[in-house]
């Protein structure tokens, strides 16, 4: 059984990379989130693609994760999140976004634009997941993004 734990909305900025945006409420881990591109990767394949960034108390955003894209069987893709902070869990949490069904109508084919954040326990033996998914309105806006 899937856990539904937060959404994560493409936030698309002239000039810039894009960016996702989303809000987690998982255990003790409550809050906004950005993805941010990983602007060098060390290793195309193993590097992860996006940095998960939160804002700590002093108000400052701080790295608490990674995100890597995978790709579905039946085509398109998904986002296989690990939040890993010794401040939030004592180990790590493993996170899946997947497109939802539904997307508003200026969607590019390909881009998805919502995505629904879960979690289920990973099933024994194998270390797999499963997840789905939809979205809320963001609560972050294009000007506090943390590039």
Known sequence: MAI???????????GKP?????EIDFGNIIGDFYLIPVAEKRDPVKSPDYEMKMKSRS?????VGQCWVKKLKA???????TVDHPHMTDKPIYLAAFPDDEQPKDTPKGKP??????WSRPKAG???QDFGGAPSPSSVDNDSIPY
């Not at 108000?59 to 790295?63: L, R, S, T």
């Not at 398109?76 to 999140?81: D, E, K, L, R, T």
């Not at 634009?113 to 879960?118: C, E």
């Open 4 to 14: 539904e734990c937060g959404y994560v909305l493409r936030r698309d900025v002239e």
């Open 18 to 22: 894009t960016v996702y945006a989303g």
């Open 113 to 118: 634009a919502n995505f629904t954040l879960r």
């Open 126 to 128: 194998n270390g797999g």
């Open 75 to 81: 085509g398109g893709s998904f986002f296989s999140i």
């Open 59 to 63: 108000g400052q955003y701080g790295v």
